[in-house]
């Protein structure tokens, strides 16, 4: 297959992937970066310098908070959770994804037809 095919960024998925995640309750940088592969959008371990980027932006925007959690041993780690604005957004792009995957099929239906 040309490498020209299927060029769409992976990286516009992971605002969604992350919120997908924190839907199923609150959860660590580490866990969310090893959670979010199983969605199939990302090829490989998700880079973790650009998921925390992600978790900041959303933090500033107010679809996940976060806080640190010192309990247990080791360094205190930060716990992101999602917020009712987030869960929003998160449905949003539940819609979004339903129309592409309508367009898709209705262009993969055309096709067949021929």
Do not use: C, N
């Not at 060029?7 to 940088?29: C, D, E, T, W």
């Not at 908070?65 to 360094?75: C, H, I, L, M, V």
């Not at 367009?103 to 096709?111: E, V």
Request: charged share 25%; net charge neutral.
């Amino acid at each position: 297959m040309s490498k020209k095919v299927g060029g769409a960024k992976p990286q516009r998925y992971v605002q969604p992937s992350l919120l997908m995640a924190l839907s199923s309750g609150q959860s660590y940088g580490y866990q969310l970066i090893q959670s979010i592969g199983e969605y199939g959008f990302l090829r490989g371990d998700a880079p973790p310098g650009m998921i925390y980027r992600h978790l900041r932006q959303m933090d500033e925007e107010g679809l996940v908070t976060s806080e640190w959690d010192a309990e247990g041993d080791g360094p205190a780690k930060r716990v992101y959770a999602i917020t009712p604005e987030g869960l929003e957004i998160l449905d949003a792009w539940i819609h979004h994804m339903e129309k592409q995957r309508d367009r898709l099929d209705s262009f993969i239906a055309r096709y067949r037809q021929k």
